[in-house]
């Protein structure tokens, strides 16, 4: 088939509740608004029940829970007819393990390194804890192991379907490796030919393929009722509710390829690498060629028949080697498809000044950091002064960002991340012990180097590679640097040069071959993949939820450490994309985002009137002390986070405040354990989460809550539509910038969700159905309910489908604004061949809409502000949205004019047309 050109994407989450046919129906609507891909969430078999996809157990199926691969292709045959493709987000860096339906996993603990999937899971099999030597810990169990075993919770169980043994604990399957099925078999004597073949697999080199036929001939013999019985009652004698029973299960869990423990010890002795600190997940070896193709064989079949038209790559941070798995996956992909480009975008979260490697072969990130550059935008940055104050004296806590970040990093790496930082030290260690220059470093000052320079780290990561660091990882590592010899002991600064040399100042090759250099680079892979999860979790697992200064700079790939910045620098990110990847995507909401952004672009108007904000809070504190129970529930921080929250989400409609209030319970009590100051998910705090949960309950339901309950909606409304003119705003600025806008389900409406799960509700398509076929009247009057959103988005969409070039690859250029509110003005031109396109959209607009009640500035506000042009000045008749009207601007056109009857607007050259 032929490319479908790349204009708009429609992320979907998809799950049991909405398949794949669920989207069957919806995709003429999705062409109407203008999308030219739907951006499928993982699609592949995951864990039964999975609302998002990424706990994948079979990468060899379509997931049947979402209907399978008939479904699949019924649903890109409706694609097709409407002209759009398919991207799919799929999962390269981990599994979903645990339970009993992976079956990978499973054969793994079944055979340990005899498995052939054994090397498929990134394990330490040579674990310097003498009880982990050649062994998995599965930190699962509800309690202590000697616990679990002598409450009967770990059962000895037969499957007289598959022939097997295995060990249960609630939804977790344990096997036994066959070689020991002897012994339990051997109770029963007219067994002991099968006892005696099973035993004598612990001495055959082909124990695997041999123990497939005789679990075949052991689950024919169980078919008898009597042998099943006696099997049954074979098992009865490892029961370790009794003494000798206890013994028995203990020994034979003993000979196992792994380790039960509790599910507390994973955070300190963990031998195999998770996706962050999840125990259910667990990471892949897909830089090892047998790995890639068997994780990959059905995405790339999907590809190979015309069903795949792109492909987005989750936390490509945590893979050892990125850009060896970029490049591969893109030279399968390109051998798969040579007639078409298909698109691969990685989910990449960009530091400041950080920009994605071009090297990689892909084009480019799912756009988290577009959020952050539209973020700094709009907000003003003479609120933060005031705002930052009544964080820092209302909490105690600090208002650089920053500062709270390094706290949780340090956290983070003494907590959850243990076992995974003691595996770096450990490496290090190795690499130390291998050079009698540095034979000398102890254990201790390795660990204690090791964690301020991964406190201090600036990225997610580095890319180390055999010829070292790179210049860009340079920069970033000697920022690492400089941090960590401002917090360490200078008796220590020795350690930061040795580190410094190891971790890519010295290159694999100036290692002796063999064990020397292998075990520098390993340790050089394992650092890189401790600083990304320890970044993730420090900063969006716990600051974020530990510090407000102003929420709406607290999300999924912001600089959280800037508050705003300047436009230029907007102008500049926009002229770079187009330069080194045009084809970027451009988000503003994501499965992943903490609010919506909507409810960002509300909270962003705080910045603009923080002085008012300030005695808001101060009045609410007041009204909020009947409400207590404990003075000090909530804390200060926490209930400062939470009337942000409450000003961002509330809703433009409120029927029902009882569902409002489950919500923010659900947000609330997410944010607290998160946060780990007062409760966590580890340690629940009963109490204080009793005592915050009460608080909020009175605060929106019950008659002594309604003085604060009404003030709190009165500054709701009072910023609500200077809001709703920053998610105009943001809108049309994330569709028509470089890049390619990426649209989140159901976002073409109002969006102040919270946290997911809320941001992954069920979407009401038939309502947004029923609004873009509509006549478009009076969307200004009832912007409220969404539609006005919907069809600036719509016409732009749609714009960008009449004209897809000028969008694609025009020229990109900031126009000058002047007058009395030039500072106010986002204003810049796109050109291609002699067409242009002049898009216009304000921000800081709280103090221009006084008291209006409608999100758009009366003309007259506007005076004298105008901009500047750079196209001829006898060009005539630009059509803006929304309106029917044409503009003919001179060399200047005037804010009044261009947004006179609308909120934001886009011009282009009404007479002009694309070839």
Request: net charge negative; aromatic share 10%; hydrophobic share 45%.
């Amino acid at each position: 088939m032929n490319a479908v050109l790349l204009r708009a994407t429609q992320r979907l989450q998809f799950h049991k509740g909405f398949t794949l046919d669920d989207a069957v129906p919806l995709v003429p609507y999705f062409a109407s608004l203008g999308i030219s891909h739907l951006y499928a969430s993982p699609l592949l078999k995951a864990r039964a029940g999975s609302m998002h996809g990424y706990d994948v157990v079979d990468p060899t199926t379509v997931n049947p829970e979402l209907g399978g691969e008939p479904a699949l292709r019924r649903l890109v045959a409706a694609l097709r007819a409407h002209d759009m493709g398919l991207i799919l987000d799929i999962v390269s860096n981990h599994m979903a393990v645990g339970g009993s339906d992976n079956p990978w996993w499973l054969d793994l603990l079944e055979w340990g390194r005899l498995s052939p999937y054994s090397e498929f899971f990134d394990i330490q099999w040579h674990s310097p804890d003498p009880l982990l030597k050649g062994q998995l810990l599965m930190p699962f169990l509800g309690s202590d192991y000697g616990e679990a075993l002598q409450s009967g919770t770990l059962p000895l169980r037969f499957d007289p379907a598959q022939g097997s043994f295995f060990v249960e604990h609630y939804e977790h399957r344990f096997p036994i490796c066959p070689s020991d099925y002897g012994d339990i078999l051997r109770a029963h004597p007219p067994l002991k030919d099968l006892a005696d073949r099973f035993s004598a697999l612990a001495y055959q080199a082909d124990a695997w393929p041999q123990a497939a036929s005789l679990k075949q001939a052991l689950a024919q013999r169980a078919q008898a009722p009597l042998t099943l019985a006696a099997i049954e009652h074979a098992l009865e004698v490892f029961d370790a509710r009794q003494p000798q029973g206890f013994a028995r299960l203990h020994q034979l869990l003993e000979q196992q390829a792994y380790r039960l423990a509790s599910w507390r010890t994973a955070a300190d002795d963990i031998n195999w690498r998770r996706f962050f600190d999840v125990n259910e997940l667990g990471g892949l070896r897909v830089e090892r060629t047998t790995v890639f193709e068997a994780t990959h064989s059905k995405i790339f079949q999907l590809i190979s028949e015309g069903l795949v038209d792109g492909l987005r790559i989750d936390h490509i941070d945590g893979l050892a080697d990125p850009r060896g798995y970029c490049r591969k996956l893109r030279r399968r992909v390109d051998g798969l498809s040579p007639n078409r480009h298909l698109p691969i975008f990685v989910e990449k979260i960009l530091g400041a000044g950080e920009t994605l490697r071009e090297d990689w072969r892909v084009d480019g990130t799912t756009g988290y950091e577009f959020m952050n550059q539209v973020s700094l935008v709009q907000h003003d940055p003479q609120g933060f002064e005031a705002l930052a104050r009544l964080w820092r004296e209302a909490t105690e806590r600090p208002s650089a960002f920053i500062e709270e970040a390094w706290l949780a990093r340090q956290q983070i790496l003494n907590g959850s991340l243990a076992g995974d930082f003691e595996s770096v030290a450990q490496a290090l260690l190795q690499v130390a012990r291998a050079d009698v220059m540095s034979r000398d470093l102890t254990l201790g000052a390795i660990r204690r180097a090791l964690q301020e320079l991964v406190v201090h780290f600036p990225v997610y990561r580095t890319y180390i590679s055999a010829r070292g660091r790179s210049a860009a990882d340079e920069s970033v590592f000697q920022q690492a640097l400089a941090g960590a010899r401002g917090t360490l002991s200078e008796a220590d600064w020795p350690v930061l040069d040795y580190l410094q040399q190891w971790l890519g100042g010295q290159t694999w090759r100036e290692r002796p071959v063999g064990q020397p250099r292998k075990i520098l680079k390993h340790a050089c892979v394992r650092f890189q993949q401790l600083t990304s999860p320890a970044a993730a979790k420090a900063v969006e697992d716990t600051a974020f939820y530990r510090s407000a200064v102003l929420l709406s700079r607290n999300d999924v790939g912001f600089c959280t450490e800037q508050f705003s910045a300047p436009l230029a620098d907007f102008h500049a990110a926009n002229q770079q994309r187009l330069q080194t990847f045009p084809d970027n995507l451009l988000a503003t909401a994501t499965h992943d985002h903490k609010r919506g952004e909507d409810s960002r672009a509300r909270l962003a108007v705080l910045s603009e009137c923080a002085p008012w904000y300030v005695e808001q809070v101060q009045h609410w504190r007041r009204l909020a002390m009947p409400l207590r129970d404990d003075p000090g529930i909530p804390s200060a921080g926490d209930e400062l986070i939470l009337y942000q929250v409450l000003l961002g989400s509330w809703p433009l409609d409120l029927h029902d405040i009882d569902d409002y209030q489950q919500r923010l319970w659900q947000w609330q009590q997410k944010a607290l354990r998160e946060a780990k100051l007062h409760s966590s998910w580890s340690a629940p705090n009963d109490l204080y989460e009793q005592g915050v949960e009460a608080f909020l309950t009175r605060l929106l339901l019950d008659p002594i809550g309604l003085p604060l309950r009404t003030a709190i909606h009165a500054a709701a409304e009072a910023i609500a539509p200077a809001g709703a003119l920053n998610g105009l705003a943001q809108s049309l600025l994330r569709n028509t910038v470089p890049g390619v806008p990426d649209l989140y389900q159901g976002d073409e409406f109002w969006d102040l969700s919270l946290v997911d799960p809320d941001n992954r509700r069920a979407v009401d398509f038939s309502a947004r159905q029923r609004a873009l076929a509509a006549a478009p009247g009076a969307l200004l009057e009832r912007w409220r309910d969404g539609h006005l959103k919907q069809a600036l988005i719509a016409q732009v969409l749609n714009l960008r489908k009449a004209h897809p070039l000028l969008f694609a690859r025009g020229r990109y250029e900031a126009l000058q604004v002047l007058g009395k509110h030039a500072q106010r003005v986002v204003a810049f031109s796109r050109e291609y061949q002699g067409q242009w396109l002049l898009v216009v959209v304000p921000r800081w607009t709280h103090a221009l809409l006084e008291n209006s009640a409608q999100p758009r500035v009366d003309a007259q506000v506007w005076g004298d502000t105008r901009i500047k042009l750079p196209f001829d000045a006898t060009m005539q008749n630009w059509k803006g949205l929304l309106q029917t009207g044409a503009v003919t601007p001179n060399k200047e056109l005037l804010i009044s004019a261009a947004l006179g009857d609308v909120p934001v607007n886009v011009f282009i050259h009404s007479d002009d047309q694309e070839s």
